[in-house]
Structure formats: C-alpha cells, structure tokens
C-alpha cells in the first residue's frame, strides 16, 4: 500500500526540494548583492563605510548644505579622481560653478581624464552624461536626494520585483508544518506589509528627513521575516525527515 503523503515541506520529493532549495538559495545571493549594493551606493552618502541614518537621509532628503556632485566626491565618486583633483573640483563648486572657470581653470581637464569614461551618453550605465556642461552644472548646485521621478522608476521595481519573491518565498514556507498558525501568518505577511512602509519612507524621508529610521525598521523587518522563512523551509526539507515521517498536514491542521 502507498504510504499517505501529507502536505508538508519534509515530506516532498528530492525533485521538487532541489527546485525549491534551488530557488531559495539563488534568492539569498540576490539579496546579499542587494546588500553590497546598499552598502556601496547608500552607505557611501556620508563619506564614510557602513549603513547609518545619515546616508538614508543624505540619499533621499539630500544633504541640503552641500551640491550632489560635492557629495558624491566625498562619497562613492571618492576613489574616481586624487585628493587634488577633488579639492580643484569643489573649490570651483563653492566659487560658484561657473562654466568659464569650468573652462580656464583645468577642471574640464579634470572630467574629460578622470569622468568621462563612464559619464558619457553611451555608457549604458544610467548616469549623468558629462560631455554636456550643464549636466554638470545642474549637480553642483544643492543637494535635494533623490529625484521624485527616480523614486517613481525605484519603487515601481522594488514593488513588482520584491512582491515576486515573497510570493515563492512564502509559497515554500507556506508548506512547513511545525510554525503555529499565528506565526507563520505573520512571517508570510510581514514582508508585504514592510515593503509597502518601506517604499512609503522613501517619499516620506525625501520630504522630512525623520523618516528616515523608518527606512530602516522597514527594511530590516523584511530581511528577518525573509530570514526566518528561509531557514525554517531549509530545515524541514532537508533535516525534519532525518527525524523520522511527518504525518502533519501544513495546509489544513494549521
Ligand atoms: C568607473 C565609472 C565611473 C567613473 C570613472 C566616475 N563615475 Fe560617477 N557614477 C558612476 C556610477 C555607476 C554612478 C551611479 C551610482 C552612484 O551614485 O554611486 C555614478 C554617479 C555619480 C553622480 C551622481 C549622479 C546623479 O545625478 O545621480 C555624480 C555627481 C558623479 N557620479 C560624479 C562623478 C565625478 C565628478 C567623476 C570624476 C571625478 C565620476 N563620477 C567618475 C560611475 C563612475
């Protein structure tokens, strides 16, 4: 007599384990690049290493004392020219920025060498392009973040893309049998409910700089609900059944 399968994560075939184990771990390596990603792009905004309430601040409400090119000389366009040529670029942004001392002065020099070579229309990369002099201009005047329509293009990706992942994510774990009923409720939930705070302070830090620790409750509920999520289906697909068969049924005696 066949034996009764249950619905259950443990109980599965190894085919459809390897497609989700395989699943979930090119997931978890997406969401470490995310993190690098953050790490290089917002975590340089103040100048220095590691994510702080500042750089959420500087990237979407701006660093309103000082120009976005200014900034980004002291933060991820840091290692992009030497020391002089920085301070040769900001003393002409504090003089004012003006396209005749763009000319007279060797910071046209300054771009054409050390700029250019990825700040160029045909680059592909989706950044100012700097051959056109009032690209320039245009970011050595204050500092105000993110654009509202670079937020607009950002959150419509995150929320498809992200809202995709936790679809599958949560699918997998919706079949772990041994999380009480409230708690992988709430694990299932909680990503979705994040991530629309998470893109709601974004808008809401661009224009108050307070939220910006919303930025942040937001973004790292998500990762421990999607944490929580991956280990626990990891663990009944591969460890539970070493324990013996699981006779409980995930979907219906929640
Ligand atoms: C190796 C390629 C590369 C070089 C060289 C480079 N950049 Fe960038 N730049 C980027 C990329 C990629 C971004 C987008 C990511 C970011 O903001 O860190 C960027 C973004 C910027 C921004 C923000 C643009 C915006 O409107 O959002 C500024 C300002 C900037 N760079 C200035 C400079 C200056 C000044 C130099 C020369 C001293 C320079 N970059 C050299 C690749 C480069």
Redesign the pocket.
């Known amino acids: 007599m066949a034996l009764s399968h249950k619905l259950n994560l443990s109980s599965q075939g190894t085919s459809l384990k390897a497609l989700f184990s395989g699943y979930l771990i090119v997931v978890a390596v997406g969401y470490l690049m995310a993190l690098v990603q953050i790490q290089?792009?917002h975590g340089?905004a103040d100048g220095e290493y590691g994510l702080s309430v500042d750089d959420i601040v500087y990237s979407y409400y701006g660093n309103r004392s000082n120009s976005?090119?200014e900034?980004?000389?002291h933060?991820?366009?840091k290692p992009?020219?030497s020391d002089e040529?920085?301070a040769d670029?900001i003393t002409w942004i504090q003089q004012g920025a003006s396209e005749e001392a763009y000319e007279s002065n060797g910071i046209k020099q300054?771009?054409e060498s050390?700029?250019?070579?990825?700040?160029n229309a045909d680059?592909g990369?989706?950044?100012?392009d700097?051959t056109e002099f009032q690209?320039?201009k245009?970011?050595a005047l204050v500092d105000t973040g993110a654009?509202f329509s670079?937020l607009a293009r950002v959150s419509h990706i995150h929320l498809f893309g992200i809202a995709f992942i936790f679809m599958f994510v949560g699918l997998i774990f919706s079949l772990a049998s041994g999380v009480p009923k409230p708690l992988k409720v709430l694990a299932i939930s909680t990503p979705y409910a994040f991530l629309l705070i998470d893109i709601a302070s974004w808008w809401l830090t661009k224009m108050n700089p307070n939220f910006a620790w919303l930025v942040i409750i937001a973004g790292g509920s998500m990762a421990l609900s999607f944490a929580f999520m991956w280990v626990v289906s990891m663990y009944e697909m591969w460890i539970l059944p070493r324990f013996g068969e699981d006779t409980r049924d995930a979907l219906l005696d929640e």
């Open positions: 290089l792009t340089l976005l090119l900034n980004k000389l933060g991820s366009m992009m020219a040529e920085r670029i300054i771009f050390r700029c250019i070579a990825c700040h680059s990369m989706p950044i100012p700097y690209n320039i245009d970011r654009s670079s």
